[in-house]
Every structure is written in C-alpha cells, then in structure tokens.
C-alpha cells in the first residue's frame, strides 16, 4: 500500500518517531540531522504498522450522519456522561446545564453552535485550571496553554513549550481529560515515548491505561457534533 507522510524536524528531538494522526495523515518526527533516506527505511520498516493504524476501525469509526438534527429529547456528553437536551420556552438567552441541557428556543436555529460555544466555555475553566495544577505536581514549566479547535488531535506540545488541548476533550471523563493534559506535559521532559514517559504520566494518572482504552473506543462520539 502506497501513502504519503509529512516529515516534521525539530532540533529537541533525539529520536525518530512516527504517528498517525486522526484524519490519517502520517507524520515521521525526526531530528534536524536525520537523512531523507534514513527516514524512508525507517518508514519502510515500519511498513505493515502503519498499515494497521490507517485501517483501525474503532478509530476512524464514523460518526452520526450528517444532517442529523439536534432535537428536544436528544443526549449530549458532558464529562463522560450523556445528558438530556431540552429545547424550551424561557426568557433566558443562554444554555443552562442542570444535569440536563436546557436551551432556549430562541436559539433552536443555532443550537448545535450554541452547544459547541458552551462546551469551549467550559473546556476553559475546567481543564486549564487542571493544566497548572498536573505542571505544578510533574515539575514542569510550560509558556502557554491553550483549548483549540482541532479535529484531529486530542493534545499537543511545541517546541516552544506550548501546550494545546481540543474543547472537546470536555465531553470525556475527568481521568481521561488528566491523562492528555499528564501525556502532554511529560513530553516537556521526554520527547518520545519511552518507558521513562509513560511512567511520568502514570504517576500522575494511575487510570493510564483505562484512559488510553476510553479514547480509543469513545474517541469518536467526542467529535459529534451532539
């Protein structure tokens, strides 16, 4: 099987690594001084992997069809639970969530976008807070963290020590969300992912692998729009 690969060089890194994003894109991660052709045996010998990951049926499930409608009745996820929408009468100009999502009908033309800001809102006190304080318990400093939209990462740090995580994440279980931000801040200390990353971020997060498990079966209901 033929396919393309994007290779991004960094002058932290030390070792060559590959990753298949979310929208099926590969990308080969290598230090600054690593050949063209250096890189194209490693991805040669990585061969039938890659071909495993661009075919992983859970993650590259689809998700609902498109068109579908956001009506009364209807769930959402809110920190891995699926919570009723109620599409009511109300005075109110804004979504109330009282174990249940409440929109007012005033905005049943936009509810989808009215949902989806509520969630960024929220994914802005909630997980950056938990950001500082998982820094602050690894020993890490980072510049700036901050909720993006990005369909096809759940997080990611730069080389300028930035770190970036999906407003949809708000919609997983806190042990998930700690996981990512835990993920994240470890490559601050180890680029790659060797024994000595994982176990920083299992010290952190001792649901590691319960983590990695809901993301790779529930990952795709966190990009629905419902």
Sequence with gaps: ???DYEICRSAKRRKLTITVERDRSVVVHAPIG???????QVVESKRLWIYEKLHHVQKYA????????LVSGEAALYLGRSYRVEVVDTAAREIRFAQRFIIPRAHASQRKTVLREWYKERAQTTILPRVRQIAGKIGVDFKNARIVDNRYRWGSCTVRDNVNFNW???KAPMFVIDYV??????????PNHTP???NIVSAQVPAMDKARDWLKNNGPLLDEDI
């Design 1 to 3: 099987m033929e396919f």
């Design 196 to 198: 000595r990353f994982w």
């Design 168 to 170: 949809r994440l708000i």
């Design 34 to 40: 690593v050949s063209e052709d250096k890189i194209r």
């Design 62 to 69: 689809p998700s609902h069809p498109p068109g579908k409608e």
């Design 181 to 190: 931000i835990a993920h994240e801040l470890a490559h601050l200390i180890e």
